[in-house]
């Protein structure tokens, strides 16, 4: 019954921007903190971003100035602003739902591919 949809990647030049979005029907949205990961090729898969239930916002260091994250509750989507693209923040994002104190790996969609090649 959970859904996790991203969608807005694609490909872009060094410098370029792109704006991820990720909806999700079948839970209380409003109370699911959101999150934003990425995995490369033959890597782990990192954490990129957080928009909390309560309403705090945080990005991971390598993007810290570059992405923002934001939420809009009334649409029960979660948005990713990635500017000034690098080639090494070429990856699949994922969209990622978590009740805060749950056990378990919450709630993942299936990821958006975003390239980043001159």
């Known amino acids: 019954q959970v859904q996790v949809v991203e969608s807005g990647g694609g490909s872009v030049q060094p410098g370029g921007s792109l704006r991820l979005s990720c909806t999700i029907s079948?839970?209380?949205?409003?109370?699911?903190?959101m999150e934003w990961y990425r995995q490369a090729p033959g890597k782990q898969r990192d954490f990129v971003a957080i928009?909390?239930?309560?309403?705090?916002?945080n990005v991971a260091e390598p993007v810290k100035g570059r992405f923002t994250v934001s939420r809009d509750n009334a649409k029960n989507m979660v948005f990713l602003q990635m500017n000034s693209l690098k080639p090494e923040d070429a990856a699949i994002y994922y969209c990622?739902?978590?009740?805060?104190?749950?056990?378990?790996?919450?709630?993942w969609g299936q990821g958006t591919q975003v390239t980043v090649s001159s």
């Open positions: 990622h739902a978590q009740l805060r104190g749950a056990s378990g790996s919450g709630y």
């Open positions: 928009a909390t239930a309560d309403g705090s916002a």
């Open positions: 079948g839970i209380r949205f409003s109370i699911y903190d």
